[in-house]
C-alpha cells in the first residue's frame, strides 16, 4: 500500500509534497494509517487532533495517544478541547453537525494562524460509498451522488482511492495501534447503520461492489462536470445580475424541461427545499416570494428577483432615519451632501435643488408607507408613491430599497428619481439648497 500512495501521491497531490500541511487525526485506524504513510514518504506536515469531550477518559486518552503518535513520528501536534454539549445546547443542533463545525472552524482558525494552505483527512471508499447512500436516502441531485471531493481548495482527501479492508490489512502488517471509538459501533446513528447493515448486504450480493462503485461514481463526476458546464453557459444567459439582485425572465425559465429539474440546478445552491413551491412562482401572481434560510426568491411580473436575505442588524433594516438639524452630509441609510448654493448648477438624478425656506420642519429619510403621495416635479396635482413607483416599473425589491427624503409628513425627493414641486427652486428664492447622492 504505500508504493501504491506513494504513486497516487506524486500523480494526483503533487503540491503535498512541496508544502507544509496539516492532518487531521482522531486516533482511529484511517488517520493513524494516514499519518504513517505521509510520514514514511517523508512529507511536511502537522497533526491536529480534537477531543470532543464526550466519553469522559476515553476522550482523554484519545489525545493522549495521538500526542504519542506525532512524538514517535516527529511531527508537531496540536489540540483543542472542545465543550461540545455546551456548543449543542446553545446553538440546538445535533451531535454530529456539533462536532463537524466545531473541528472544521478550528482547523480553519489554525492553518491561518500557521499560514497552513491544506488539510488532509482519512476518508477513504467506504466513506465515500456510506455518504453516497446517506444522500440517496434523504433525496438529492447528482451533485449529491457525486461523492466525497476528493480535493477542495483548502482540503485534500488521498486515501479516497483506498477501501478499509486495505487500510485495515496495511495497519495489521505494520503491527499499528490505534483507538477504537465505541460510538461507532452504535447503531443508532444512521452512518453506522448503513456501515454494518446495508453496505455488508451489497457486498454479499457482489464481491466487487465497492470497485463497481467507484467505476459508477467516477462515471457520475464526469457527468457531473458536463452539467455544470452546460448550467454555467445558462446562468450567464438567464441570470442578468443588478447589483444585489440577479433577475431571471420567467418566459425563458417556462421554455425548460423538465421544468422542476432545471428549477433545481438552477436555484438549490442557494438554499431552497420547497421546489413545488420554487416552480409555482412561475404562475404566481405578483408579489409571491419563497424563501430559504440565505436568499429570498419573489415573482415579479416577467422576472424572477433572487436577493440574498441579510441577517438581522445590517444597515438599512431600519425603515425611517431623522434629523434634527439640517446637516452638511446625511451618512445613512444613504451618503448625501447637503450645502447652500447661490444659484443651481450641474443636474442629474443625484442632484436635487429646493427652497430652502420651504423646509419647515424636521428632515427624515423613510421607506414608502401606505397613502404616502407627493407632487412631481413637472406635473399638475399630486400623485401615489404606489403609482409612481408602478409607472417607473420599478420591481418589488428596488421598491423596498427606495428611500424618500421628508419634510415632515411632506415628500420633498424620491431619492434619485423626482423631486415635489412644492419644493422647488423658484425666482422668488432666497436660499437654495443643493442635495448630492455622494454614495
Not at 444522500?135 to 477542495?152: A, D, F, H, Q, W
Not at 467516477?218 to 439582485?245: C, D, H, P, R, V
Request: charged share 25%; with cysteine; proline share 3%.
Amino acid at each position: 500500500m504505500l508504493n501504491q500512495f506513494k504513486e497516487h501521491i506524486a500523480v494526483n497531490f503533487p503540491e503535498l509534497l512541496e508544502n507544509h500541511f496539516l492532518v487531521a487525526c482522531s486516533g482511529g485506524v484511517d488517520s493513524v494509517v494516514l499519518a504513517h504513510l505521509c510520514a514514511l514518504n517523508k512529507m511536511d506536515f502537522s497533526i491536529a487532533h480534537c477531543n470532543f469531550q464526550l466519553r469522559g477518559s476515553e476522550s482523554n486518552m484519545d489525545a493522549f495517544f495521538v500526542e504519542d503518535l506525532a512524538r514517535k513520528i516527529g511531527k508537531k501536534i496540536y489540540i483543542k478541547d472542545f465543550d461540545t454539549i455546551s456548543y449543542i445546547n446553545k446553538n440546538k443542533v445535533s451531535l454530529q453537525m456539533a462536532a463537524r463545525e466545531l473541528r472544521y472552524r478550528w482547523f480553519e482558525e489554525l492553518m491561518k494562524i500557521n499560514k497552513i494552505k491544506t488539510l488532509v483527512t482519512a476518508h477513504q471508499a467506504d466513506d465515500n460509498l456510506e455518504t453516497f447512500i446517506i444522500n440517496l436516502s434523504r433525496g438529492t441531485g447528482i451533485k449529491g451522488l457525486t461523492g466525497i471531493p476528493v480535493k477542495t481548495s483548502s482540503i485534500s482527501r488521498p486515501l479516497l482511492n483506498f477501501s478499509r479492508a486495505q487500510i485495515m490489512q496495511y495497519a495489521e502488517i505494520k503491527n499499528l495501534s490505534w483507538r477504537e471509538d465505541k460510538s461507532n459501533l452504535e447503531t443508532k446513528y444512521l452512518r453506522n447503520k448503513i456501515r454494518y447493515g446495508v453496505i455488508p448486504k451489497l457486498k454479499e450480493l457482489h464481491p466487487g461492489f465497492l470497485g463497481n462503485f467507484e467505476a459508477t461514481l467516477s462515471n457520475l463526476q464526469g457527468s457531473t462536470a458536463l452539467l455544470k458546464n452546460y448550467l454555467s453557459e445558462l446562468k450567464q444567459n438567464l441570470f442578468q445580475q443588478q447589483e444585489e439582485i440577479i433577475k431571471i425572465p420567467i418566459n425563458s425559465l417556462s421554455k425548460l424541461e423538465p421544468i422542476k429539474v432545471y428549477m433545481y440546478e438552477l436555484f438549490h445552491e442557494y438554499g431552497f427545499k420547497e421546489w413545488n413551491d420554487v416552480v409555482g412562482l412561475l404562475s404566481a401572481l405578483s408579489g409571491k416570494e419563497v424563501r430559504s434560510s440565505t436568499h429570498r426568491l419573489i415573482k415579479d411580473r416577467e422576472y424572477l428577483l433572487l436577493q440574498p436575505i441579510h441577517p438581522s442588524g445590517v444597515e438599512g433594516l431600519v425603515d425611517k432615519f431623522v434629523y434634527h438639524t439640517i446637516p452638511d452630509t446625511i451618512t445613512v441609510p444613504l451618503r448625501i451632501k447637503i450645502e447652500e448654493v447661490k444659484a443651481m448648477g450641474e443636474t442629474s438624478n443625484k442632484i436635487l435643488y429646493v427652497d430652502k425656506e420651504t423646509l419647515n420642519h424636521k428632515l427624515s429619510i423613510k421607506k414608502r408607507e401606505k397613502g404616502d403621495y407627493f407632487y412631481p416635479f413637472g406635473m399638475s396635482g399630486k400623485k401615489k408613491v404606489s403609482k409612481f413607483y408602478k409607472d417607473e416599473k420599478l420591481d418589488l425589491i428596488s421598491k423596498e430599497k427606495q428611500w424618500l427624503l421628508c419634510s415632515g409628513d411632506a415628500i420633498v425627493w424620491v431619492i434619485g428619481r423626482r423631486g415635489d414641486d412644492r419644493f422647488k427652486v423658484t425666482p422668488t428664492t432666497k436660499y437654495i439648497l443643493k442635495f448630492t447622492i455622494t454614495e
